[in-house]
């Protein structure tokens, strides 16, 4: 059986950059099995699968070489900038049915790509010294003015503030401890940021999830908009600077990214909405044999 799978790259910074997603357009008749061996073979983090849905405009299922994941960011991205290029969709909104729920994916006039996660969950702080350790650091050089917090908007994952720019590029982590520690806590891995930043970029990123087989992964949607929440929480943006911000990530894997975000509250104060998204390049098809 011959797959066509799409590859491209999502959240690039121009035309370089970015995290590659591999994308199958007409999946529907493939099984789980199939499914898993397309994303193996591929071998990128994530494999998106587009089928049709009683639900909703698409329902999309995300699978990384050894395991399926209820969503993937960057990949939703991908798929929905692949099929506004092979003008399968146009300028609007859309709804996307995943594991993870109904959601929502704008597609913007000047072609970049919005995905509206769920509303964030702020769960249970971890021991800074147990993951210093895990990413071979003292505790000191991690930002004490905020906490090692597990959030999701999807996906769970332990957001960790690091004190400088130049601690975040040189660090080398205990993958083996990583994976421990997400096993215990249920997470896909971890999400480490600075706010010391060259840029107007509001952080610096790094992800890390070995537990899936992504020793480190240039562009997640998903953890930017955790992470996009728990500086709102935490006070570290306001909410005027909520509605436009960037994140960047990749640059230690020299794969700059570029991830924007956009979040709404009301007039109380509360996150009515967490959208991510940003555009995709190099396009290219390659027939993967299962």
């Known amino acids: 059986m011959n797959v066509q799978v799409y590859t491209l790259n999502a959240f690039a910074k121009g035309e370089q ?3 590659p997603a591999g994308i199958v357009l007409n999946a529907d008749s493939m099984s789980t099995e199939e499914m898993q061996q397309v994303a193996r073979i591929v071998g990128f983090s994530e494999t998106a699968f587009v089928e049709k849905s009683q639900y909703a405009d698409f329902k999309v299922r995300y699978f990384t070489p050894n395991d399926e994941v209820d969503l993937c960011g960057h990949a939703t ?3 929905f900038y692949l099929m506004m290029s092979r003008k399968w969709i146009s300028t609007g909104t859309y709804t996307l049915e995943t ?3 109904i959601l929502e994916v704008a597609v913007k006039e000047d072609g970049s790509v919005f ?9 249970e702080e971890l021991d800074r010294q147990t993951v210093a350790d895990s990413l ?3 505790p000191n050089e991690l930002f004490s003015d905020l906490p090692i917090q597990i959030v999701s908007t999807g996906l769970r994952d332990i957001l960790i503030p690091v004190r400088s720019m130049d601690v975040l590029e040189q660090i080398y982590p205990d993958f083996d401890q990583i994976k421990d520690i997400s096993k215990k806590y249920n997470v896909i ?3 480490l940021f600075t706010l010391d930043t060259p840029t107007d970029a509001i952080a610096r990123c790094r992800n890390f999830a ?3 087989d992504i020793p480190e992964e240039s562009a997640t949607g998903t953890s930017n908009g955790a992470l996009t929440c728990y500086l709102y929480k935490h006070g570290k943006i306001t909410s005027a600077q909520a509605a ?3 994140f960047e990530q990749g640059y230690t894997m020299n794969s700059p990214s570029e991830i924007r975000a956009n979040l709404s509250v009301n007039e109380a104060g509360n996150i009515m909405k967490i959208e991510v998204g940003g555009t995709a390049s190099n396009i290219q098809v390659r027939e993967v044999k299962i």
């Open 77 to 79: 991205i991908a798929t």
């Open 189 to 191: 891995g971890y999400h």
């Open 17 to 19: 950059g970015g995290n």
């Open 115 to 123: 995905l509206a996660q769920a509303l964030p969950q702020f769960y």
């Open 244 to 246: 436009q911000l960037i």
């Open 99 to 101: 594991k993870a729920g």
């Open 210 to 212: 070995p537990l899936y």
């Open 136 to 138: 071979r650091i003292s």
